[in-house]
């Protein structure tokens, strides 16, 4: 978290580069902001943790990745069961897109491939990641693309494409698994 940035991870970096003689010793930090819960910040010493694998025994593993990934990673978060049904909505809705989309080859790498819109929401989705890990953007790109994916207007090649950049980026990036046993 953003609360070990310094004196903690400046102490770190300082042992690690000086017993290793590897400078930098580490590309990149990343500090999150406060997980809170019932309107108190999470802390060992306070000892109101929820630990991930209590949750698990509430919510999918996808449920619960999908909550934490929609807030950006250095902002606050407060959980509750709302984010994880929320969440757990949307996993429902992907998975549903993503199973009319056959599975015999991934979506294609390159864009000019792609039909126009897709192309533009992977893009846009691949965007937000380097756009300092704008998970939240993504996860709108992501939802538009179980949209089209879903939608009975258009094209079916474009809905089936849809929904393999959305299988693709979801399983892939996310690391959702999205029940697809195929």
Same mark, same amino acid.
């Given at each position: 978290?953003? &609360?070990?940035?310094?004196?903690?991870? @400046?102490?770190?970096?300082?042992?690690? @580069?000086?017993?290793?003689?590897?400078?930098?010793?580490?590309?990149?930090?990343?500090? *999150? $902001? /406060?997980v809170?819960?019932? +309107?108190?910040k /999470?802390?060992k010493? =306070?000892g109101?943790?929820?630990?991930v694998?209590?949750?698990?025994?509430?919510?999918?593993?996808?449920?619960?990745?999908?909550?934490?990934?929609?807030?950006?990673?250095?902002?606050? !978060?407060?959980? *509750?069961?709302?984010? #994880? #049904?929320?969440?757990? /909505? *949307?996993v429902?809705r992907?998975?549903?897109? =993503?199973? #009319?989309? %056959?599975? *015999?080859?991934?979506? %294609?790498?390159?864009?000019?491939t792609?039909?126009?819109?897709?192309a533009? !929401?992977?893009?846009? #989705?691949?965007?937000?990641? &380097?756009?300092?890990l704008d998970?939240?953007r993504?996860?709108?790109?992501?939802?538009?693309?179980? @949209?089209?994916?879903? $939608?009975? +207007?258009?094209?079916?090649? &474009?809905?089936?494409?849809?929904?393999?950049?959305l299988?693709?980026?979801?399983?892939?990036?996310?690391?959702?698994r999205l029940?697809?046993?195929?």
């Amino acid at each position: 978290g953003r &609360d070990l940035a310094f004196p903690h991870h @400046e102490s770190e970096r300082v042992q690690s @580069e000086g017993a290793t003689g590897v400078r930098p010793v580490v590309g990149h930090w990343v500090h *999150t $902001g /406060m997980v809170h819960h019932a +309107d108190e910040k /999470m802390s060992k010493s =306070v000892g109101n943790l929820i630990m991930v694998r209590d949750l698990l025994d509430r919510w999918p593993a996808d449920a619960v990745r999908l909550a934490l990934i929609r807030h950006h990673y250095r902002a606050d !978060l407060t959980w *509750t069961d709302t984010l #994880a #049904a929320k969440a757990q /909505m *949307t996993v429902q809705r992907w998975t549903k897109a =993503v199973a #009319a989309a %056959p599975p *015999t080859s991934p979506a %294609p790498r390159d864009s000019n491939t792609l039909p126009e819109e897709v192309a533009a !929401l992977r893009d846009h #989705a691949l965007g937000a990641l &380097d756009d300092d890990l704008d998970t939240p953007r993504l996860v709108a790109a992501l939802d538009q693309l179980a @949209e089209l994916a879903l $939608g009975a +207007d258009g094209d079916r090649s &474009d809905r089936v494409a849809a929904g393999r950049v959305l299988r693709d980026l979801a399983t892939g990036i996310l690391g959702l698994r999205l029940d697809i046993t195929r």
